[in-house]
């Protein structure tokens, strides 16, 4: 018998509370501007263009120097290293050097005694900038061949011949918005100069590693003088996966001129004008199907609102790629995607990272394809899904990945029956013929979205396991926590591979002097990743113990078992604490070190084909929502979900992030609604003109459930991700104001699609319904 098989502590798969949760509460747990402040510490703020594009031929800063507080300027000329950022892309400066890209494009810092002195001097700075025309809707983008990157192509059978013998065609449009962040914390970053021209940078960032090569890139230093830390940060969201590292350069740079700590903190406005948003897509489609909705071919055009400068672009606009089949079998369908160059803030990361805006296009293309047909549209999804059966012909994605998890059918019919689906939407039938100026919609929608990171080097994660003589362990591993819950998961695998409560392990503040080269905390991978690199790095201590203890006992290693704070052995059992003690004593490792690299992934990037994901995440969402027929006005009456996390290490954690993804989702298509004008200024810049989610905007009955069943790839706990996927579940309430929209239309003689503009504002629900 093996013995070490017989215990489990059973941390993982409970219900533990975040790790900061008390502290948080408590107002304990510190933040980046938290920290405390070194004498002589010098604020910056941004100069920041009000030109959409046109030629820079130089500041006047006169009137700011004049300024009491302000210490001096940061420009382009104060950079020692590239004056380009490090991005993949190499096509972003760091400051603005001979043109504007766009409103709100940094050129400069004022650097000054307090952070108002700081922002009110930077506001007098004069640019002389003479304007050039400005590209601000993807329409002109492609007509110019504006693009930050080319255009791709991917293709599968005969989409043209797929059209050409389909029963029925159909023609469309969608315009869908971005997605401004709004973090809790703002981008923010405090540099302390260290000794011999090193540095210590405090970035609220979710790719620490990154913010070291671009911060020793513009100061033209090796990336070993300096050192990125970041404890925690106030949301992130995919906000702080690049852009964190535009403060962090920028802050650098200060600090290296003034030889002080300088800090950087973009108040909300500066934030919302700086920073890159989630990218708006523009759509048009040809699709064919047959009488009962199923697609036999598809033609899709994406174009992605990118920006000045590439940033992510490419890799967010090959997952929309990815993910336009969401859970539908595409036979044969052909997609061109535009990486279109405006001038505006340059678009970068956010939930989903692009998979979101793949999946809303093709669930539209359904929801049209049953209306058209005069079909219930959760009929018709199904007769598009995925086979179970590999050998069907109908279970290969358009980019030649083999769906082998396919848990789309019983999921769906799980939640279709639970939500009672089809007594509701008989109810609201009734309900709709009954009542002219409310009108009701209900939709239930799949999601099945592909976890890994699309750029495979990024699949990587290491981490280091401590285990001190008095029996406590301390974890650091390359993931950054962001409030989803990262550091208490890798407690929780930590703790059960040690056999020893929670409350022994400790994770500590990401750190690249401690785990180099770690990828960003994003792509849903977070836990994947950083948890089995622990995982790993613990299975090596327990190892050198086990070994240790068998050798006292003398039997196998392989007997030896670890569970409730004790080491047990054929011949009896030992404190945890006694034993690593002992084992110190006799000079045994107690600290190691783990790697993990995701196995099987891989995938062609010029031809888009191949198997980029480890695994899908899968879940269903069925949303009941009210229209206001006389003024758009729109509520979200109740939600029902079912999610697909595996074998879940942290319940609680995995519903919290279920219903904040679902919430965030909402908000986009919704009420979070980004406006440039014809000048390239975006006039949704605050709270007062940008509206997120608030608490009357979630209706009483929101039901979370997850799926039980262990993810059939071996992944850590037999886990699935949940960070992502379960914002695209919020397409629901799209699809479901839709169906509102389509009983009044039909009500007053109106036939053909609905036309909803994403966000579906008032506004944009008026305009449907009169469309």
Same mark, same amino acid.
């Given at each position: 018998?093996?013995?070490?098989?017989?215990?489990?502590?059973?941390?993982?798969?409970?219900?533990?509370?975040?790790?900061?949760?008390?502290?948080?509460?408590?107002?304990?747990?510190? =933040?980046?501007?938290?920290?405390?402040?070194?004498?002589?510490?010098? =604020?910056?703020?941004?100069?920041?263009?009000?030109?959409?594009?046109?030629?820079?031929?130089?500041?006047?800063?006169?009137?700011?120097?004049?300024?009491?507080?302000?210490?001096?300027?940061?420009?382009?000329?104060?950079?020692?290293?590239?004056?380009?950022? @490090?991005?993949?892309?190499?096509?972003?400066?760091?400051?603005?050097?001979?043109?504007? /890209?766009?409103?709100?494009?940094?050129?400069?810092? &004022?650097?000054?005694?307090?952070?108002?002195? %700081?922002?009110?001097?930077?506001?007098?700075? *004069?640019?002389?900038?003479?304007?050039?025309?400005?590209?601000?809707?993807?329409?002109?983008?492609?007509?110019?061949?504006?693009?930050?990157?080319?255009?791709?192509?991917?293709?599968?059978?005969?989409?043209?011949?797929?059209?050409?013998?389909?029963?029925?065609?159909?023609?469309?449009?969608?315009?869908?918005?971005?997605?401004?962040?709004?973090?809790?914390?703002?981008?923010?970053?405090?540099? !302390?100069?260290?000794?011999?021209?090193?540095?210590?940078?405090?970035?609220?960032?979710?790719?620490?590693?990154?913010?070291?090569?671009?911060?020793?890139?513009?100061?033209?230093?090796?990336?070993?003088?300096?050192?990125?830390?970041?404890?925690?940060?106030?949301?992130?969201?995919?906000?702080?996966?690049?852009?964190?590292?535009?403060?962090?350069?920028?802050?650098?740079?200060?600090?290296?001129?003034?030889?002080?700590?300088? *800090?950087?903190?973009?108040?909300?406005?500066?934030?919302?004008? &700086?920073?890159?948003?989630?990218?708006?897509?523009?759509?048009?489609?040809?699709?064919?199907?047959?009488?009962?909705?199923?697609?036999?071919?598809?033609?899709?055009?994406?174009?992605?609102?990118?920006?000045?400068?590439?940033?992510?672009?490419?890799?967010?606009?090959?997952?929309?790629?990815?993910?336009?089949?969401?859970?539908?079998?595409?036979?044969?369908?052909?997609?061109?995607?535009?990486?279109?160059?405006?001038?505006?803030?340059?678009?970068?990361?956010?939930?989903?990272?692009?998979?979101?805006?793949?999946?809303?296009?093709?669930?539209?293309?359904?929801?049209?394809?049953?209306?058209?047909?005069?079909?219930?549209?959760?009929?018709?999804?199904?007769?598009?899904?995925?086979?179970?059966?590999?050998?069907?012909?109908?279970?290969?994605?358009?980019?030649?990945?083999?769906?082998?998890?396919?848990?789309?059918?019983?999921?769906?019919?799980?939640?279709?029956?639970?939500?009672?689906?089809?007594?509701?939407?008989?109810?609201?039938?009734? /309900?709709?013929?009954?009542?002219?100026?409310?009108?009701?919609?209900?939709?239930?929608?799949?999601?099945? +979205?592909?976890?890994?990171?699309?750029?495979?080097? +990024?699949?990587? %994660?290491?981490?280091?396991?401590?285990?001190?003589?008095?029996?406590?362990?301390?974890?650091?591993?390359?993931?950054?926590?962001?409030?989803?819950?990262?550091?208490?998961?890798?407690?929780?695998? $930590?703790?059960?591979?040690?056999?020893?409560?929670?409350?022994?392990?400790?994770?500590?503040?990401?750190?690249?002097?401690?785990?180099?080269?770690?990828?960003?905390?994003?792509?849903?991978?977070?836990?994947?990743?950083?948890?089995?690199? @622990?995982?790993?790095?613990?299975?090596?201590?327990?190892?050198?113990?086990?070994?240790? &203890?068998?050798?006292?006992?003398?039997?196998?290693?392989?007997?030896?078992?670890?569970?409730?704070? *004790?080491?047990?052995?054929?011949?009896?059992?030992?404190?945890?604490?006694?034993?690593?003690?002992?084992?110190?004593?006799?000079?045994?490792?107690? /600290?190691?070190?783990?790697?993990?690299?995701?196995?099987?992934?891989? =995938?062609?990037?010029?031809?888009?084909?191949?198997?980029? +994901?480890?695994? +899908?995440?899968?879940?269903?969402?069925?949303?009941?929502?009210? !229209?206001?027929?006389?003024?758009?006005?729109?509520?979200?009456?109740?939600?029902?979900?079912?999610?697909?996390?595996?074998?879940?290490?942290?319940? @609680?954690?995995?519903?919290?992030?279920?219903?904040?993804?679902?919430?965030?989702?909402?908000?986009?298509?919704?009420?979070?609604?980004?406006?440039?004008?014809?000048?390239?200024?975006?006039?949704?810049?605050?709270?007062?003109?940008?509206?997120?989610? @608030?608490?009357?905007?979630?209706?009483?009955?929101?039901?979370?459930?997850?799926?039980?069943?262990?993810?059939?790839?071996?992944?850590?706990?037999?886990?699935?991700? $949940?960070?992502?996927?379960?914002?695209?579940?919020?397409?629901?309430? =799209?699809?479901?104001?839709?169906?509102?929209?389509?009983?009044?239309?039909?009500?007053?003689?109106?036939?053909?699609?609905?036309?909803?503009?994403?966000?579906?504002?008032?506004?944009?629900?008026?305009?449907?319904?009169?469309?």
């Amino acid at each position: 018998m093996n013995t070490a098989a017989m215990y489990t502590t059973g941390v993982m798969g409970q219900s533990h509370a975040h790790e900061s949760a008390k502290a948080q509460v408590l107002g304990a747990a510190p =933040y980046l501007d938290d920290l405390a402040e070194l004498r002589g510490t010098l =604020y910056a703020a941004p100069i920041l263009s009000t030109v959409a594009h046109g030629t820079l031929h130089g500041l006047d800063c006169t009137d700011a120097l004049a300024m009491p507080g302000v210490h001096g300027v940061v420009l382009a000329a104060d950079i020692p290293g590239d004056p380009i950022l @490090a991005a993949f892309g190499h096509d972003e400066p760091i400051f603005a050097l001979d043109k504007v /890209w766009h409103v709100g494009q940094v050129m400069g810092l &004022v650097v000054a005694d307090s952070v108002m002195a %700081a922002r009110r001097a930077a506001r007098k700075v *004069k640019a002389d900038i003479t304007p050039l025309p400005a590209v601000l809707d993807t329409a002109t983008a492609i007509a110019q061949q504006s693009f930050v990157l080319p255009p791709v192509h991917v293709r599968r059978g005969d989409a043209d011949a797929g059209l050409a013998r389909a029963p029925h065609r159909l023609q469309g449009t969608l315009e869908v918005g971005g997605q401004e962040h709004f973090y809790l914390e703002g981008q923010i970053a405090y540099v !302390i100069p260290q000794e011999q021209n090193q540095w210590l940078v405090h970035s609220s960032t979710q790719h620490p590693g990154e913010v070291q090569e671009w911060v020793a890139h513009a100061l033209g230093i090796g990336a070993h003088a300096v050192t990125v830390q970041c404890r925690r940060m106030g949301g992130g969201f995919g906000g702080k996966e690049t852009q964190a590292g535009h403060l962090a350069v920028w802050a650098a740079l200060a600090a290296r001129k003034f030889g002080c700590p300088i *800090k950087l903190r973009l108040d909300r406005d500066d934030d919302f004008m &700086v920073t890159g948003k989630r990218h708006p897509f523009s759509y048009e489609w040809d699709v064919g199907f047959d009488d009962q909705g199923q697609i036999t071919g598809l033609k899709l055009q994406m174009a992605a609102h990118c920006g000045f400068s590439a940033d992510l672009s490419g890799p967010v606009a090959d997952r929309a790629i990815f993910h336009a089949d969401n859970a539908y079998f595409l036979s044969d369908v052909s997609i061109t995607s535009y990486r279109c160059k405006l001038n505006t803030q340059s678009h970068t990361a956010f939930r989903g990272f692009g998979g979101p805006q793949g999946v809303i296009v093709i669930e539209t293309i359904m929801g049209d394809i049953a209306r058209m047909l005069g079909l219930d549209a959760l009929a018709v999804r199904q007769r598009n899904y995925y086979d179970a059966d590999v050998q069907s012909g109908r279970a290969t994605t358009h980019y030649q990945m083999v769906v082998e998890d396919n848990i789309l059918r019983p999921i769906t019919q799980k939640l279709e029956l639970s939500a009672h689906y089809q007594q509701r939407l008989a109810a609201i039938s009734a /309900w709709n013929a009954e009542n002219s100026i409310l009108q009701r919609g209900i939709a239930l929608t799949p999601v099945k +979205f592909g976890i890994s990171f699309t750029a495979t080097l +990024f699949n990587q %994660a290491g981490a280091l396991v401590h285990v001190y003589t008095d029996g406590t362990v301390q974890v650091n591993h390359g993931g950054t926590e962001m409030g989803q819950g990262l550091n208490t998961k890798v407690a929780q695998i $930590v703790a059960d591979e040690l056999g020893v409560p929670l409350a022994q392990v400790q994770v500590t503040a990401s750190d690249t002097s401690k785990v180099p080269n770690a990828s960003a905390t994003a792509a849903s991978s977070g836990t994947d990743l950083n948890g089995r690199a @622990a995982q790993y790095a613990a299975q090596k201590v327990r190892s050198n113990l086990a070994a240790f &203890v068998a050798g006292l006992d003398h039997c196998g290693a392989g007997a030896v078992g670890f569970s409730g704070g *004790k080491i047990h052995s054929p011949n009896g059992s030992r404190d945890f604490k006694a034993v690593v003690k002992e084992a110190y004593a006799n000079r045994i490792q107690l /600290w190691s070190d783990g790697f993990y690299r995701t196995p099987k992934i891989h =995938y062609d990037k010029t031809t888009l084909t191949g198997r980029p +994901f480890y695994y +899908f995440a899968y879940g269903v969402a069925c949303t009941e929502v009210a !229209i206001d027929t006389l003024t758009g006005e729109s509520k979200v009456l109740a939600i029902d979900v079912l999610y697909d996390a595996g074998k879940s290490i942290n319940p @609680a954690i995995d519903i919290g992030q279920v219903e904040g993804g679902f919430v965030q989702g909402m908000g986009w298509l919704t009420t979070e609604q980004l406006v440039w004008n014809d000048k390239g200024v975006l006039t949704t810049h605050a709270p007062s003109t940008y509206k997120i989610p @608030a608490t009357g905007d979630i209706p009483a009955h929101f039901q979370v459930q997850l799926y039980q069943e262990p993810n059939r790839e071996d992944n850590v706990g037999g886990s699935k991700a $949940v960070g992502e996927p379960p914002f695209m579940l919020a397409i629901s309430v =799209y699809e479901a104001l839709r169906h509102a929209i389509a009983s009044a239309r039909d009500q007053q003689g109106k036939t053909g699609v609905v036309q909803l503009q994403a966000p579906a504002t008032a506004e944009h629900v008026l305009q449907a319904l009169l469309h």
